[in-house]
């Protein structure tokens, strides 16, 4: 039950788009649409920001959107605003019928 | 309203057995496709999923960890208790319950506060 790569950083400048891949394999991301993306800010839980691949929860904005290419998810910030400025995690169920996180990626507003 | 909170010891020493507990409310663990989760955060370090029970009392727990975990629920209380035997300071963290419902299919869309658990002798 190895974790999901993601990078360790990225960055972008308001008003960019920026995206974070989560890269597994054939047992848990490539198998399953069950896809989950997460944002956490310091010191606060994580937050639920994308299920199933590319699905929003409501409420949550649009400039957040999800997308799945073989084994590698990805998660797009669009016009990039201070308060996206947190730790993301993506998340996937595997053929184990267990769960899997990603080893998490800060992201920085310039 | 939907909310969950972790409880359980601050400090635990080596060897021993943590007990923590998750208190919910807003929804029913006997309501087809609800599930809850434990995960847990050591500081500065990604999320690690830990266990899950299901609505139908199913459990699945982390291969890693399997041997010394264990999860389960009491309906009447809305409860769900995880057990980890044998700590140790690596398991230094802050442990989170979250639930999963069928609407979000393997997804948390409710999380507690979390709890910190040093391990220390």
């Known amino acids: 039950q190895s974790a999901l790569t993601q990078p360790a950083s990225v960055s972008g400048s308001p008003g960019q788009s920026i995206i974070i891949s989560c890269t597994g394999t054939s047992s848990d991301v490539g198998g399953y649409n069950y896809v989950s993306w997460y944002q956490q800010h310091p010191g606060k839980a994580p937050k639920l920001m994308i299920y199933e691949v590319s699905n929003r929860p409501s409420g949550v904005s649009n400039r957040f959107s999800g997308s799945k290419s073989g084994n590698t998810a990805s998660l797009t910030i669009s016009g990039l605003q201070a308060e996206d400025e947190a730790d993301y995690y993506c998340s996937s169920y595997t053929s184990s019928s267990t769960l899997v996180f990603g080893g998490g990626t800060k992201l920085t507003v310039l | 309203q939907v909310t969950l909170r972790e409880s359980g010891p601050a400090l635990v020493k080596p060897t021993q057995t943590l007990t923590l507990t998750c208190t919910f409310s807003g929804f029913s663990l006997s309501t087809s496709g609800m599930c809850v989760s434990w995960i847990r955060q050591p500081p500065g370090k990604a999320l690690e999923w830990l266990a899950r029970?299901?609505?139908?009392?199913?459990?699945y727990y982390s291969t890693p960890l399997k041997t010394r975990l264990t999860i389960s629920k009491d309906t009447s209380k809305n409860q769900v208790v995880l057990t980890m035997t044998n700590m140790d300071p690596v398991d230094t963290a802050t442990y989170y319950c979250?639930?999963?419902?069928?609407?979000?299919?393997?997804?948390?869309?409710?999380w507690g506060q979390g709890t910190q658990v040093t391990v220390s002798s």
């Open positions: 979250a639930r999963i419902s069928s609407s979000y299919n393997s997804a948390f869309d409710y």
């Open positions: 029970i299901d609505w139908d009392d199913d459990k």
